[in-house]
Nanobody, 115 residues
Framework: QVQVVESGGGLVQPGGSLRLSCTAS????????MGWYRQAPGKERELVAAVISGGPTSYGDFVNGRFSISRDNAENTMYLQMNHLKPEDTGVYYC?????????WGQGTQVTVSS
């Protein structure tokens, strides 16, 4: 079974930055899609950033150029660089990777933006 593990969350002040990592036990170079999602308390999970292999990257409307998704195939890791963080960015961030045969979610990493 494929395992996917997020890391990099934590407490950051408004205006700060974090880089989240998502490492998979399977080659992400062969993934057909990958993305980051988040869920705030009492709210539904929402798209942060996603890309389908060979296609454009999609970002949630709230991103406004502050976040960037990338990956390192050699490390089987994808990243979410988050800049200019706001308190409303607080939540649990999940990565999702899709290969032929199905997708896998990570366990989530908590991001808290607060002064």
């Amino acid at each position: 079974q494929v395992q996917v593990v997020e890391s990099g969350g934590g407490l950051v002040q408004p205006g700060g930055s974090l880089r989240l990592s998502c490492t998979a036990s399977r080659s992400i170079g062969s993934a057909s899609a990958m993305g980051w999602y988040r869920q705030a308390p009492g709210k539904e999970r929402e798209l942060v950033a996603a890309v389908i292999s060979g296609g454009p990257t999609s970002y949630g409307d709230f991103v406004n150029g502050r976040f960037s998704i990338s990956r390192d195939n050699a490390e089987n890791t994808m990243y979410l660089q988050m800049n200019h963080l706001k308190p409303e960015d607080t939540g649990v961030y999940y990565c999702h990777l899709v290969w032929r045969g199905g997708g896998t979610w990570g366990q989530g990493t908590q991001v808290t933006v607060s002064s």
